[in-house]
């Protein structure tokens, strides 16, 4: 087992900080005002008795703000792509919209005169009611269809049905904040909580029109995103607004209420999965269709039915979808994004399949999985060992010896015990990156790089590789992350973050062994000639593993080349192979569930996943990721629901006692596994990204499992006990 | 926030004459208070710390034992006397919050907490209880969590302790100081109010009175009780469903029962009717469901609670059964 994480000592001691946790002279703080209507437009402010707080420096709103050059006007905040030009219009989408920012010596003062300030309204006629519009929105075909529809009319065996997900918000424990400061007229500092300081810096940049060197945007310590925090929401453009009206650093800090609506979540879906077999299990066909909801100002739109082109072979595939604009704020990426979502009606789907067909859905798997080429692209998989993961989970739970064909067939007292599984799929996706190695006097270095670690283990799995590398002892290697002005780096999500850092840390760490053999050739000519590759590091400096040795001191390499540090960085990206193959990370779930007969209480006791992901830099890292994946997975599955008020046009419940994500006592301890296998064709570790595929799967495998358990077949998340009761 | 003046109160006599002034607000442990002044919920110009005044003991008396207002949720779970003779207190405290809200929590301010319901919670939504003649959401809203017993048109709002249904089930004593320093006992049953027209109104508690103390009279149940709540998650969650469930047997037959709800209505709820259906039966599973059948012909769910019927039918049979395995 690994040796922990490098920021963990930082984290438990308290002296990682945290975004909204930098002490900045003379910083003051801003407090978010939200409209208290869904739709309409803002007639008037009325500031007066907020404005009397002591304390209060300044409210600002659309009609005070600094004005963001970006959003000049109409054409050109529709250029911005940002899609809620916040204090820059009158027109009001979703309750809870920012409409004004309270400023304030102290948090108190500005929290009191938030709770102050009101608006006169012109309301509008609004629809926040998913389930009942989604039928009257048409379908588009998307992605790759082959083969057609009639070649499988026939069909021996078709699972059709629809299922649901209810809206889910990612909760990070740590809420979103921003510290802005104006260092001068034309610079602009931030202490932000977000997974990619470069898209912060590129962003605010964009918007602001000055140059990305100006903008300054450290995260150094991320206390979790689950995809919130891709994005650059509202609070961030009020802060640097609010900063440049009081020319001072100003702190905004969401409140958990405003986490709920202003920095997105996984939207609602309905799903229709149509899927057909011969009378030996062999897929023919299917027909996944899909809509979602979304914001009416903006346009996201994630793939549900993606994983339905990629996982089996299966000949005939058609794929639709469609989004639903709702007067509800945007959402955004959650993790396992679309295929998360989409896994849960195709996976149960073919449990229901294999039901119908009488056959183990292990089998039903392992017979149908496209292991050798991704059917949708026709590329071959660079690597794909999913029907290795279904085999070893299934040995791991001791699937043959306890599964029951028949449903509803085990009981204990008034618990009925069932087992399910499902599988996951995730592209294996890579970016460009730089990373910089950086070696003091005493032999010391520190690797580093723009990307954030948002808990992920990527700062640990960066010193792993470069002391795999380099051979230097964990102990010498520090590593520097979050911060824009160290080398670029992509957003950490999508699961990319270790697979883009590995190949840029591998260059990096060949750049530096040429550097070394450079200024060392100064002390001995020998190294004028040598493959950097043969290069050691001991102690005191460094040796070749053959040419017989050569010593040479790190004193005196620094000493004679007249060196305060060596200082290298080198970048790296995906290259030619992305065209050969298609790359994947997969998984198998399997669960074992207790439900009660008579109060509709599930729970899951046991949890095996295991994982595909290429080389596992870091099993401790890698196995904390896939535990609490399947803890996300299991809050999808039985806990996780946004409520929304149809007639009031909002959400309720908008805190942690309203909002049920799992609690410890809700998990198992939960078995992961690797089959580490690296793919030696994605980058230079062979390691593929873990974070997403641990989520995708374990919600069906949870529903397929409450099946097997009770005959009852649950299609709508969360499967909460009332559902369990009333089915 | 609102800015607020704190005092620390050192005897029940000064709290009880400064309580009943404009204004003037108790805190004791404080986990339901603060986040209601957080939520400008409650909006105190003085708060007074009472933890220094109130009694923080538990101590037996002539008729069963006395739990002083301060002692904490944490301490009296894990008391050894309340294990052993009042298990059913321990089992439902338990049952509540988190281990670091028990730990400040103080059994008097648990009485007094506020019902949960998302409506009441969100200022900008419309609740007759925090806003009087706003208008109830929950009524025609998410109603999932709402009462389906003893509510009005008013409210459907339910009572989130869990501790008050055990001590609703045993018959305890609510012991009340007010400002004439005299000592007045609230029978537990009329201590919580139902919503009717005035759902602002939680309890029966005296405009300058403090609670100091809820006596449980001594009982022979503390073999064979059980608290069963049903909540969406293991942990931290306020009941959809929970049940106290008390048997005295002599043999196999039921000598005395009790049975009370929470996640059913504004108060803490007894089912009388199935407790005296009880009284002399067998304790066999069929009698079991046949009480639990009783309990609710009670109840008429809302638009979003229907599964709470089933769910409150089950929770009684598992409670009862249970009891029996105490």
Known sequence: MAEGRVEGISKVTGSGKYAAEYKVDNVCYGVIVGSTIPAGEIEAY??????????????ITHLNRPSIPAFENEESIKKSGFSLPVLHTDKVFFKGQPIALVIAETLEDATYAASLVTATYKQSSFNVDFDTTHPSIPLAGTGKERGTMDAWSNAAFVADAEYNIKHEVHNPMEMHATIATWVSKDKLKLWDKNQGVNNVQGTLSRLWKMPAANIEVISEFVGGGFGAGLLVWPHVLMTVMAAQQVKRPVKVVLTRPQMFTLVGYRPQAWQKVKIGADKDGNFLGILHQSKHSKSVYDNYREGITRIS?????????????????????????????????????????????????????????????????????????????????????????????????????????????????????????RSKASAGIKMQKDGTISVETAMTDIGTGTGTGMQNIAHDNLGIPKNKIKVNLGNSNLPAAPSQGGSTGLSTMSGAVVAACNEFRKKIAELASVVDEAYKHVNPADIVFTKNGVALQTQGNRPVSYENIFAKNNLEIIDVQATSGPGEERQKYAFCSGAAHFVRVKVHAKTGKVKVDKIVSVVDAGYVVNDKAAANQISGAAVGGLGMALTEEQLVDHKLGCVVGNDLAGYHFPVNADAPIIDVSFIGKPDVNINPAGAKGLGEVGIIGMAPAVANAIYNATGKRLRNLPITPDKVLMA | MRPFTFQRIQSLDQASARKANDGHQCIAGGTNLLDLMKKNITVPEVLLDITKALPDQIETTAKGIRIGAMVRNSAAANHDLIRSKFPLVSKALLAGASPQIRNMASIGGNLLQRTRCPYFYDTTLPCNKRNPGTGCGAIDGENRMSAIVGYSTECVAVHPSDLC??????????????????????????????????????????????????????????????????????????????????????????????????????????????EAFLKGKNATLETFQKAAAIVVKETKPLSNNAFKVPMLKGAVEVALQNCLNA
């Open chain 1, 46 to 59: 009325h500031l007066d008795d907020a404005k009397e707080v002591a304390g209060v420096l300044d409210i």
């Open chain 1, 309 to 429: 082109r990629m996982l089996y072979k299966i000949p005939n595939a058609k794929t639709e979808e469609a989004t639903v604009s709702l007067n509800l704020s945007a959402p955004t990426w959650m993790r396992g994004p679309g295929d998360c979502s989409g896994a849960f009606g195709l996976e149960c789907a073919i449990d229901e399949l294999s039901y119908q067909l009488k056959k183990d859905p292990v089998q039903l798997r392992l017979q149908n999985l496209a292991t050798e080429i991704d059917p949708d692209t026709q590329k071959p998989w660079s690597t794909n060992f999913l029907n290795e993961c279904v085999e070893k989970g299934a040995a791991n739970i001791e699937w043959a010896k306890y599964r029951k064909a028949q449903p509803a067939s085990v009981k204990e007292g008034d618990w009925m015990i069932g087992y399910g599984m499902a599988c996951g799929m995730w592209f294996a996706g």
């Open chain 2, 165 to 274: 249904i055990a001590l609703a089930a045993l018959d305890a004593n609510v012991i009340i100081r007010t400002t004439d320093k005299k000592e007045t006992i609230i029978p537990f049953k009329d201590f919580h109010r139902l919503p009717g027209e005035t759902p602002e109104q939680d309890n029966n508690l005296p405009v300058s009175g403090i609670i100091t103390a809820v006596d449980i009279p001594s009982n022979q149940f503390f073999k064979n009780a059980a608290y069963v709540k049903l909540r969406d998650r293991e942990s931290y969650a306020f009941a959809l469903i929970s049940v106290a469930a008390a048997l005295e047997l002599n043999g196999n037959k039921i000598v005395q029962a009790r049975l009370a709800s929470g996640g059913v209505a504004h108060k803490p709820w007894r089912w009388y009717e199935a």
